[in-house]
Structures are given as C-alpha cells and as structure tokens.
C-alpha cells in the first residue's frame, strides 16, 4: 500500500510539473454553485444569502455555526450572560489570528460593530443591532458611535450591554454582519479592502481571487485557530443564476454542490439521483411584496385581494414541487412557543383564517373588494423579479391568476441582480418578489424587517407607529408577554396585507457523493470548513 501510495503521488506530481492536468487534482477544492454575482464582500453592504455563504468562510464571528446548524463558539471560546440578562461578556480565543499574523482582539469586534451601526454606513443589516445599547440612536444620528453598548476590556475580554434582556442574543452574534474587521486593512484601502491583493481574514479561508461573473476563490488561511481541522485546501464560488445551467454543470463534474435545483427536473431527479437530491425545510418564506407607498397599493384592499387571488396550492403543486407548503402568514412554524399569525377573511360565521376557504370561495371575496373599491383595470401591475428559471415561472403564473379572476394585465420585469437590489433599494415597483431566509431563529428575525425605521431592508415601504410599538414592547418583555407582542405584530402586517406570503421555503440542493461533512439545516448553513472531498 505504501508503494502505491508514493508512486500515484509522483504521477500526479510528474504531470502537474509537466501541465498536463489541473492542480485541483493535487489539492482539494470544493467547487460551489452560488446562485448571483456577489453585489459585494463588505459584510456590512451585503443583502443576499450567497454573499453570506463567501463571508461566512472567511470572517468569524464570536459564535459560529456546527455542520447541522448548531450553534458553537467561533472566535469567542466562552462567554457569560449576567443574572439580568442585559449584559453578555464573550472571552476571545488567545490563539485566534488574523491572515496577516495579527491577534484577534475585542477592538475588532467594537470597530465592525460600530462600523455596521454607523448611519455613513447605511448597512442593512443596522437594525439587527436595535437590542444593544444605543444602537438605535446612533444610526439615526441622535448618539455617537462611541455611546455604542459595547466595549473591550483588555484584549481578549469583548462586553456588550443590551437595552433588554434578549434572548436570542447568541444566535444573532453568528450572523454575517456581526464578523470581526481588521480596522487598519479598511482604513489604508476603504474601497477595496475586500480584495484580494488587500483581504485580511480571521475564518478558515481568505480570498486569492475574484473574477466578477466568473468566480470568487478561496484558499484555505493557515493563520486560523482551527486550520489543522480543515480538511479543504480552497473552495471556487461560482456565481450560475441559470438553474438548468448549474445542474448541467453539475451533471459534468464541474460543480460538488449546487446552490439549488431547476424546478421542472425535480421528480426525475429525486428518482434518478436520490443520492445527490437534499432537500429539507427552511426558516424563510417566499412572498410578494406590494408597494405601500404608491397608488392603488397604498389601500390595504387592493393588496388584499391581489393576495387573496394568488392560489398558492397551484403554485407548489405545479411550478416549484420542492416540498413547499403553501404560505399565509409571514413567520413560518417552527418548534416553540410562537403560533405564526395567518391571513385573515370573512366569512359567513365570521374571520376564519383564509386557508380553510377554497380557492374560489377567496376569489369570491377578492372579486368582492375589487367592486368595492372601483378598481382601474385599465392600468397594468408590474412584477419585478430578478433572473432565475423559477421566478420567473411563478410571476406569469400568478399575472395569469390575476387576469382570470380579477381581470387585470401585468407587466413581468426581469433584472439582473444588482439592478433589482437597486431598485428595491429606490421602491420602483408595484409588486416585487422577495425570499428572506431568518438570519436567526426566532420571530423577530422576520417581524423586524418591516419596523419603520428598518430602512431599505423594509421593502414595502411599511410605515405603523402601532407595529412598531409591539415589536418595541416584545424587546422589553421575556416569556408569554413577549411572544403575545410578537404575534399581535404579525397579525397587524397581515391584517393590513402588507405584504402577499406564497409559501414556505424549501432548500433543495445536488450534493456530490464525494463530498463528505455536508449535513441538512434549518438554516441552511454550509460552512465550508465542515466539509471534506473523497476521491
């Protein structure tokens, strides 16, 4: 065995010498499909969930996240909640480095959050720091950065002060905006820090190379706590929005993971792949978000009987076949205490809860408020979506759905991704197609997206003093009073159809059988340090 052992290394040797294969083939390096072109690699500038994935490989926060999505310590090797809940102490690893040598000190953590908070910033992800300390004020200019609740002390010892008890806490420290950054990098190269020739990183990879609509390569970090445990030597990001291209792709060996499958090769392939296909439930709910800012969807009738026109169970039984369930309330179920607060129609006995009607009987109703309210016909909805098979699928069947029951055109608009962020950002829409999967597990992840002073993030244009006050109130409160405000909250977004929920989001996913260490999760979680090639 020894023998055989040394002569196949020499040969592969002797040919990568001689350039007559890749180099792969001497190292392991996991090729991923990951959907879009990343907009960026500024954890505090990114939207998507593939973004995240590149990120998440490279910066890690004070937690981290287990092959099955299980929460583990990630920079911080301990930590401390104090009896009120309100302060978290989290002890850095000593032997924790960043890429260039440096130590990983709680200064990296004051900087990045600081950074993510500060209004100049404009990061979408500001108002997931609302528990901590003047986080609010700050980043919309009512206090300094420096009133910020947290701290270091020394510099491996990182406090933060929340405004309340939150019990979610840890769970949100895992998240992509909450990493480490090495001040000095972005300070000497503000616009391109997150290059290549300028990368600093302290997660178990660091970028080598970035071609925009090609690929982002990562190669593994020496300098990681960790790196004896990481079995890969680089991961290769391919940016394929073309569902049939990827699974072609995959099909030829050119991909080990696929970032989903095209919906119409579903059923063949769970017959003739069963090895490859994972599939599993995730915390996110696809909907359509109307543009509460404009006329007509600025009344809550209009939106409501688009919604009610939508025919959810078509949608999963014929277009996706995922193993979607149909959605009518925005938080999806989940294992707790929280009940998700559903769409809401009246009936002949009273509001019943709008999944318990037929299809007809809610294009009754919807047909109902159009005669109410004087709708125009006249004048075409526009559905913005961005460039994906699926999608797109979807947007004619329910530009179809309104046609045949409430008589109205459509007009589909498709965008590449940057173009379709943009106009998000700008609301230049009448109805827009959105996905948001959880950046932690717990209902606040979904209801805070639509607070009024979310931002961008609150695509809709969502503006309710009375749903903010719940939200407000839920942070105050731990146990049942706190899931009672988190309720009463979705019961008014769904009460007023800010939004049109489709269905409940499945991950599914080709899985080479030579890659090892990949496991199923909620939150579908992949850090490709887990994972390992088997030839």
């Known amino acids: 065995m ?25 190292e392991k390096i996991l090729k991923r499909g990951n959907g879009i072109e990343p907009q960026s690699l500024d954890p505090q500038k990114t939207t998507g969930a593939a973004e995240g994935k590149i990120i998440l490989d490279q910066l890690e926060g004070l937690l981290s996240t287990a092959a099955d999505g299980a929460l583990i310590p990630g920079a911080a090797e301990k930590w401390e909640i104090s009896e009120d809940g309100k302060t978290y102490t989290f002890f850095l690893r000593e032997n924790a480095k960043w890429s260039n040598g440096d130590p990983v000190k709680a ?124 079995k890969l030597d680089g991961v290769i990001f391919y940016p394929i929005d073309d569902r ?43 909907y359509y978000a109307f543009n509460n800012t404009r006329v007509p969807f600025d009344n809550p009738k209009i939106r409501q009987a688009l919604s009610l026109a939508i025919d959810r169970e078509k949608i999963v039984l ?37 999944k318990s009607l037929t299809q007809e009987q809610r294009n009754k109703i919807a047909q109902d408020i159009f005669k109410e309210v004087g709708y125009n016909k006249a004048t075409p909805i526009e559905i913005v979506f961005n460039t994906d098979d699926s999608n797109k699928k979807i947007a004619i069947a329910v530009a179809g759905m309104w046609k045949k029951v409430l008589g109205v055109e459509t007009m589909l608009t498709n965008k590449e991704w940057k173009v379709y962020l943009a106009s998000k950002e700008k609301r230049e829409y009448d109805v827009f197609r959105q996905r948001w999967i959880a950046d932690y597990k717990d209902p606040s992840a979904f209801l805070s997206l639509f607070r009024s002073d979310t931002g961008i993030g609150n695509t809709p244009g969502h503006f309710s003093p009375k749903y903010d006050l719940y939200l407000d109130e839920s942070a105050k409160t731990t146990g049942k009073k706190r899931i009672e405000n988190l309720a009463n909250a979705e019961k008014e977004l769904m009460s007023n159809f800010v939004i049109a929920p489709i269905y409940y989001f499945v991950t599914n996913s080709l899985v080479s059988e030579k890659v090892s260490g990949y496991k199923t999760n909620a939150m579908d979680h992949h850090l490709s340090r887990w994972i390992d090639l088997q030839e």
């Open 2 to 26: 020894l023998k055989k052992s040394m002569f196949t290394s020499i040969a592969i040797c002797t040919q990568i010498i001689f350039g007559l294969c890749d180099t792969a083939l001497a």
């Open 107 to 230: 200064e990296d953590f004051v900087y990045a959050w600081r950074r993510t908070v500060d209004p100049k910033t404009a990061s979408t992800w500001s108002y997931m720091f609302y528990p901590i300390q003047n986080a609010k004020e700050i980043s919309t200019g009512e206090k300094p950065l420096t009133d910020l609740g947290v701290k270091s002390d020394g510099d491996y010892k990182f406090i933060v002060t929340l405004n309340e008890p939150t019990p979610y806490l840890l769970t949100l420290v895992a998240h992509q905006s909450m990493v480490p950054l090495h001040q000095k990098t972005i300070e000497s190269n503000p616009d391109r820090w997150m290059r290549p020739e300028s990368m600093v990183s302290n997660g178990a990879f660091i970028i080598s190379e970035w071609a925009p609509q090609s690929y982002v390569k990562l190669k593994k970090n020496p300098a990681y706590w960790d790196a004896a445990n990481v």
């Open 244 to 286: 049939q291209a990827e699974y072609k792709r995959f099909k030829a060996g050119d991909l080990d993971l696929t970032f989903t499958v095209p919906t119409e090769q579903i059923e063949i392939i769970k017959k003739d792949m069963p090895a490859n296909y994972k599939s599993n439930s995730m915390y996110a709910t696809y």
């Open 318 to 354: 014929q277009i996706t076949k995922g193993d979607e369930n149909p959605a009518y309330s925005f938080v999806p179920p989940a294992e707790g205490d929280y009940a998700p607060q559903e769409m809401q129609c009246q009936s002949d006995s009273g509001l019943v809860p709008c």
